[in-house]
């Protein structure tokens, strides 16, 4: 089986520096495939998974492939789909609390 090249949405960087400027580390696993989600987020000892999507393409361009709503039915953890740097925001305040003026 020849495999693709795992495609990145073009608001991934600006979504890991997000991440990054609120203190996460952030391991990018977009080349893994099979539908495993983008990021790896660690903040304040909590591992956490991430699905980039990018919120500028139309609704139904940004929704889960099939192999991502496979792993996401499938994964007994959380797992949770960012298209902005808001949505960066939102997470880290849903996660831990954290507050900032920014």
Do not use: Y
């Not at 020849?2 to 520096?17: F, G, K």
């Not at 492939?65 to 298209?83: F, K, L, M, S, Y």
């Not at 949505?87 to 609390?97: C, E, F, H, P, Q």
């Amino acid at each position: 089986m020849v495999r693709r090249a795992a495609s990145v949405d073009e608001n991934q960087a600006e979504v890991v520096a997000a991440f990054r400027k609120m203190g996460c580390s952030v391991q990018p696993l977009h080349t893994v495939g099979q539908g495993c989600p983008d990021l790896l987020i660690g903040h304040l000892g909590v591992n956490r998974v991430v699905e980039v999507k990018d919120g500028k393409k139309p609704l139904g361009k940004r929704q889960l492939t099939p192999d991502q709503q496979t792993w996401h039915n499938q994964w007994r953890g959380e797992v949770d789909v960012a298209e902005s740097v808001d949505d960066a925001v939102r997470l880290v305040r849903k996660w831990t609390g954290w507050q900032s003026d920014s």
